[in-house]
């Protein structure tokens, strides 16, 4: 948005803060305090029309404006059936945002979400063995976006809600990224199987496993590719 002369991310990042925007599921969403940006996860990413400033760094659009549009399409998105089935698994819409936002960095490409999304529904079906998800995407928020945007110790703040890697059970305290369509139909229809953990080559080749000794194994197998 800034660099296209739609507004200043600044301006953009100050109304995400302060401005209460009225639609009726960001009633929903936990606001804590927890999270670094309440509305991540809802920026919908799509194709949209933005009116342009004439002059670098001008404002072309108001930045309410902006995220209005993206929240609008977001609740368009978010239909009566996506909220039947997230009922139907026993979890908040919110909850699968989460989900499907993990599912988006974590799969290389959308032929293995649903695949990452059984991985994830699977641990967090069966909590006393897996109390954690694993999921380095969840820490590397933190690490590689956070610190960025607010500073490494402010940031640093953050990790215990958000590392799934090794401390946080169950899922994050909010969405790493705003997943598409694809992600959150994913998080919605995981795929029917037995694996608890997964690994990808430099190439984006996904290992799955069942079994800890298979995924050492599977793991194996990636520095093998690596070296290749």
Known sequence: LAANDVCPEEYLYDALAKVEFDYGFVNTIPNDGSRAYYLEGYMFPDTYDFFVSDKAGGIGENPNSVIRKFLANYETKWSEVYEKRAQELGYTMDEIIIIASIIQKEAADQSQMADVSSVIHNRLNNRSSYPTLGCDSTKKYVTN?????????????????????????????????????????????????????????????????????????NWAQVLKDNEG
């Open 145 to 217: 976006y956070l610190a960025k945007e607010l500073g490494a110790a402010k940031a640093n703040t953050y990790m215990s809600g958000y590392d799934t890697n090794s401390t946080r059970a169950g899922l994050p305290t909010g969405p790493i990224c705003n997943p598409g369509a694809a992600a959150i139909e994913a998080a919605l229809n995981p795929s029917d199987t037995n694996y608890f953990y997964f690994c990808h080559n430099e190439k984006g080749k996904i290992y799955l496993a069942s079994t800890y000794s298979q995924f050492q194994a």
